[in-house]
């Protein structure tokens, strides 16, 4: 009985005949679009590009001015030490933690409407 039963579930798992592929260029290409999704990835490269640009003017007319006022005679983007320009560095950084927070809030909320 067990078997019987676990055979019927392997025949359920068991992958279905491939569908043929589709004949003609114009249907090869709509089938490409579909598969790999190439407009949401081109939305989603889109979308990053303008984040990117956005996130970079909050933090550079934003956040930092801030971090001007709070030292008032230094300029954050020059301060080095040695050859190692430490402000420039630590604006990029503010900057990638900014983005990656961004993407973390913008995924979970995507995910908890159902959207993949």
Sequence with gaps: ????E?????????????PPPPKGFRAEFRDFLSKYKVMGMAVAFI????????VQALVNDLIMPIVQIAMPK?????????????????????????????????????SKVNIQ
């Design 6 to 18: 676990l055979t019927k579930i392997r025949k359920l798992l068991e992958p279905g005949p491939t």
């Design 1 to 4: 009985m067990i078997i019987e």
């Design 47 to 54: 979308f990053g590009i303008y984040l990117g640009g956005l």
């Design 74 to 110: 230094t300029n954050w983007q020059t301060i080095a030490v040695g050859p190692f320009q430490i402000g420039a560095f630590a604006g990029a950084l503010l900057t990638f933690i900014i983005i990656a927070l961004v993407i973390f809030m913008m995924v979970k909320l995507t």
